[in-house]
């Protein structure tokens, strides 16, 4: 507990203290018997409570006690498609691969008119919204004609994603009137095997004078890796059969992220998503650029059976965060059950680490952490109440029951401006 101070006097709404057995802040140790206490829709301070309510209480404020939950920030979810938020596919018996699934992927999006996206995004957020989830990342992709929008959640931040491995240059795939006006939008390239890396590196110089975050996938499958070191295989037949192949390209012999080192590419407001096929070399790479990975395990299993090394990531420091991908290769956006299957997938990795990615980790790869994944002083509300029972002796046992109750959507919005 730090920094407390009492609340501004002009405009102040009645200060409340959300009292409960367990605050995981997210910025420190777990507080047994700790407290929140917000005004104005913001935090003012965490920590034990006999502390907050000596230095806060008075007749104006009021104590709220959440018996047997743990206060808990809001998920952040670091990359999603809510475009395809209207799939329901059933999940496959056996991973199909990436090309297979992907051909599945071009007969659902043909059926994406204006009002279908605008549905689809609509019911994403709430599907999110009732799994606990603050601030998604939504990545949407051209023509953005009445569909970019950013609402429906109290945090939303839009990523503007550019295909097109054909093209050479920013303007033919991207108006940047169309979101000069639109507060969180910014923009992605989809990867190095679907856009030109001319239009990679113009969309993050775009990216990098106005002072946003860039998203990219990165090595999410075998097929890409090859081709970005060999420019050969099914990518390249891929975008021969539609038209998109340029003649003049030639690789560099390197791995996707060297390519993207070389490229300039690489620095601390990069995003790089999935991050599957990464060997050791490639991970120090990462390190030193300071550059933030978001993972998105389910749909890596769903779609090729396979586990991203997030251990790996972790040990070296490296700020990483976690996605739901779209309902095209999950079975929902529940972020917590993204944790959860980190922690059945990698037991060794500390249950506290991995709640933290599904929380601060999105929100410091936003750039949106002195707002959102904690529960520090400065931090918007809502936050979460889960329910957990019991009693813990240490913080990995908690981190651990938090994020399997909240995966079955156990929990509470506290702070919402319409009931505490």
Not at 49 to 72: I, M, N, P, Q
Not at 77 to 84: E, S, Y
Not at 360 to 368: E, F, K, P, T
């Amino acid at each position: 507990m730090s920094g407390l101070k009492p609340p501004e006097k002009d405009g102040l709404e009645a200060v409340h203290i959300h009292r409960a057995p367990w605050i995981f802040s997210g910025i420190g140790p777990a507080v047994a018997d700790g407290a929140v206490v917000v005004a104005n829709g913001r935090i003012l301070a965490s920590g034990p409570f006999r502390h907050l309510k000596t230095f806060y209480g008075g007749a104006s404020v009021r104590v709220w006690d959440h018996e047997g939950a743990a206060l808990v920030p809001g998920a952040v979810n670091a990359h999603t498609h809510l475009d395809f938020s209207l799939l329901c596919p059933p999940k496959p018996l056996k991973p199909p691969g990436f090309f297979r699934w992907v051909s599945g992927m071009f007969e659902a999006k043909k059926q994406l008119t204006p009002s279908r996206r605008r549905e689809a995004q609509d019911v994403g957020r709430a599907h999110a919204w009732q799994a606990g989830t603050l601030c998604l990342a939504n990545v949407i992709n051209p023509p953005l004609d009445r569909v970019l929008k950013v609402s429906g959640l109290p945090h939303e931040y839009q990523f503007v994603e550019l295909l097109g491995f054909h093209c050479r240059h920013l303007q033919e795939v991207f108006s940047g009137e169309e979101v000069a006006h639109t507060a969180f939008v910014s923009l992605a390239a989809h990867s190095l095997y679907a856009t030109s890396w001319n239009l990679v590196v113009q969309a993050k110089a775009w990216c990098r004078s106005r002072g946003l975050p860039f998203s990219i996938h990165v090595a999410e499958h075998l097929p890409e890796v090859h081709f970005v070191r060999h420019g050969t295989g099914a990518c390249r037949l891929l975008l021969e059969s539609l038209g998109r192949w340029d003649a003049t390209w030639r690789p560099l012999g390197a791995s996707s992220v060297r390519t993207l080192q070389v490229l300039g590419v690489l620095d601390s407001r990069t995003l790089m998503v999935h991050m599957v096929h990464v060997n050791d070399e490639d991970w120090d790479r990462v390190a030193r650029s300071g550059a933030a990975v978001c993972f998105c395990p389910r749909s890596n299993l769903w779609i090729q059976g396979r586990m991203p090394n997030i251990e790996a990531a972790l040990k070296r420091g490296i700020p990483c965060g976690l996605g739901t991908d779209s309902r095209a290769s999950n079975e929902d956006l529940n972020l917590f059950r993204e944790a959860a299957t980190v922690l059945e997938a990698e037991p060794s990795i500390d249950p506290a680490a991995v709640l933290r990615m599904a929380t601060l980790g999105g929100a410091r790869a936003l750039g949106l952490a002195s707002s959102i994944g904690h529960l520090g002083p400065g931090a918007s509300t809502p936050f979460l109440a889960v329910s957990i029972g019991g009693s813990f002796s240490v913080e990995s046992d908690l981190a651990e029951a938090i994020i399997h109750q909240a995966a079955q959507e156990r929990l509470a919005w506290v702070g919402t401006g319409t009931a505490d």
